[in-house]
């Protein structure tokens, strides 16, 4: 399995409160991604990273940030949670930038926003 | 960006073959079609991709016809474990989104 960790892997935190998730990655790939998914949906993307410093935004990327100051690591965080952001949050990465091309995920974070 | 539209639910029983099927009309001609796997409470999982005709690996077969406007994943001899939710994607270098996928449940 592809060198990915998410930490924490469970959080419940509360309404306002900000909250930061942490994908950690071994394989030195350039591309990494965070996804959130919900009952009933497939996997959205939130924001995206091509490299160290180098962010863009995804599909639902209202309400979180993201920063990637090192290869290995991309942070994803919710400056003031909200329930709406209760999920559970992916991580991925992958050699190649074109988003076609095999992605590897991580174990993923289950977020409850109380 | 296509969209696509699976059954949201099939059943089969151990040592079956398993056709699941993808429908995307809109299909872009810089489009590739990619598959993923996943497990309750694990993240997804690459199966298989494919842009026209046939593709196959270890664990799977992809079948595009010429129009590509659908696509069919064939998983032979499905076990207990490939229970999981397969997720048909259709997109491009720049897009792809995962649609709500198809639970298949296998059965002894």
């Known amino acids: 399995d592809a060198g990915i960790t998410q930490s924490p892997r469970h959080k419940v935190t509360e309404t306002g409160t900000p909250v930061t998730l942490r994908c950690h990655q071994t394989?030195?790939?350039?591309?990494m991604y965070w996804y959130r998914q919900d009952p009933g949906h497939g996997l959205r993307l939130i924001h995206y990273?091509?490299?160290?410093?180098?962010?863009d935004k995804g599909e639902v990327s209202d309400g979180y940030s993201v920063s990637r100051s090192k290869t290995e690591d991309f942070l994803l965080t919710l400056e003031s949670a909200t329930s709406s952001q209760t999920s559970v949050y992916f991580c991925?990465?992958?050699?190649?930038?074109?988003?076609?091309?095999?992605?590897?995920f991580g174990p993923g974070t289950r977020l409850t926003v109380l | 960006l296509a969209k696509t539209t699976q059954p949201i639910s099939m059943d089969s029983y151990e040592g079956q073959e398993v056709n699941i099927t993808c429908s995307h009309n809109n299909i872009a001609t810089n489009d590739y079609i990619t598959w993923y796997q996943q497990f309750p409470s694990q993240g997804p999982r690459f199966i298989i991709q494919g842009y026209k005709t046939k593709v196959t690996n270890e664990v799977a077969s992809l079948f595009i016809p010429a129009d590509r406007k659908s696509s069919t994943l064939s998983l032979p001899r499905v076990s207990l474990s490939d229970t999981a939710v397969y997720y048909c994607?259709?997109?491009?270098?720049?897009?792809?989104?995962f649609g709500a996928g198809t639970r298949l449940t296998v059965k002894p």
């Open positions: 991925a990465i992958s050699e190649s930038g074109d988003r076609y091309n095999e992605q590897f």
């Open positions: 990273s091509y490299g160290v410093k180098d962010t």
């Open positions: 394989e030195n790939h350039r591309y």
């Open positions: 994607l259709v997109g491009n270098n720049n897009d792809m989104r």
